[in-house]
């Protein structure tokens, strides 16, 4: 049996990643969330129905905490963090003390292991994202080698972003000095069923529900890819498993899709997939410190593990506008 720690289990990515683990009854799953932003909802309980699905409510920020945890996992996914753009700006100094301080405490407690088990750290594409408004040299579609930017440290959206890049440093160098096998992800715009509310797929989808009038469209001609969570999540395991990923210094791989859209036809899109169009839609700055447009190469995962993306955004909006259009109503009874 594998034995498989997933941190944030109860957040979005770490939930569908655990959903699709557990299906293989030889995998034993360990959540551990402390459910500040994670819920205790009927998709997770349901979750946890399972026999090979263990949940721990711990803080990972507490290095006592891992005085509890066995020490014969063979993957650990740390997807543990704080994340959402009005967390940014709320809890700035919070962000920056969970996020850096919770994987610290993991990389200090298994570089003790015997056997060292295999490490995936999600990062963000925020890590570089400053590079393009601060300097205007970030190639598109955007390689992993590019240079890590913090545009402006008095902007707290850049928090998230700076705990990301020293994330990936940790990474890095603790890897190469304890031989920890490991792999770096940078996830853009992973979307899909329980994706939280913050971001901007739920949050359009929300106000598509409610039939806001004017309808705000926020950075209309700022672009994204958007990739289902189904793939990403597939992606992860597939890095996990390939040998590739077990020896040398730790491997830094964007996952994401190719199939550009402004968010100006992304609300048209969805206005379509809903059935309902309003009658005017007014069109608004983006937040402070948004990126203009994000696109990442993506052909470092296809050559190294054969992964593409097979989820295409109609599909992939359906299925999301779904569950939302499903959560509201039963949320209002």
């Not at 989820?311 to 999301?320: E, F, Q």
């Amino acid at each position: 049996m594998k034995k498989i720690l997933i941190t944030g289990g109860a957040g979005f990515i770490g939930f569908h990643l655990a959903k699709s683990l557990a299906v293989n009854k030889d995998n034993k799953i360990v959540i551990v969330d402390n459910l500040q932003r994670g819920k205790m909802d009927d998709d997770f309980n349901g979750l946890l129905n399972n026999e090979n699905v263990e949940f721990i409510n711990g803080d990972l920020t507490s290095i006592d905490f891992y005085k509890s945890l066995d020490k014969d996992f063979e993957h650990i996914y740390h997807l543990a963090a704080v994340n959402g753009t009005k967390w940014f700006y709320k809890m700035p100094e919070e962000v920056l003390r969970i996020n850096t301080i919770s994987l610290f405490n993991i990389l200090e407690w298994i570089k003790g292991f015997d056997k060292k088990p295999k490490l995936l750290f999600t990062s963000s594409n925020e890590a570089y994202a400053g590079a393009l408004s601060a300097f205007d040299q970030l190639p598109l579609p955007t390689p992993e080698n590019v240079p890590l930017v913090v545009e402006d440290t008095y902007n707290p959206r850049w928090t998230y972003g700076g705990t990301k890049l020293i994330g990936e440093l940790f990474v890095i160098y603790y890897s190469k000095a304890f031989n920890i096998p490991a792999v770096i992800v940078r996830p853009h715009n992973f979307y899909g069923p329980r994706a939280g509310f913050d971001h901007v797929i739920p949050e359009m989808s929300k106000r598509i529900i409610d039939k806001q009038e004017p309808f705000d469209i926020f950075g209309a001609d700022e672009s994204r890819t958007f990739c289902y969570i189904d793939d990403a999540v597939e992606a992860m395991v597939m890095l996990m498993d390939s040998q590739k990923t077990d020896v040398g210094i730790a491997e830094t791989i964007h996952i994401g899709n190719t199939d550009e859209i402004t968010m100006e036809n992304l609300a048209k899109k969805f206005f379509k997939i809903a059935g309902w169009q309003p009658v005017e839609y007014k069109i608004n700055q983006g937040l402070q410190g948004s990126v203009k447009r994000r696109l990442a190469d993506i052909s470092k995962i296809e050559k190294m593990v054969g992964w593409k993306p097979k989820t295409n955004l109609d599909d992939g909006l359906s299925k999301t506008f779904e569950w939302y259009k499903n959560y509201y109503q039963n949320f209002s009874k």
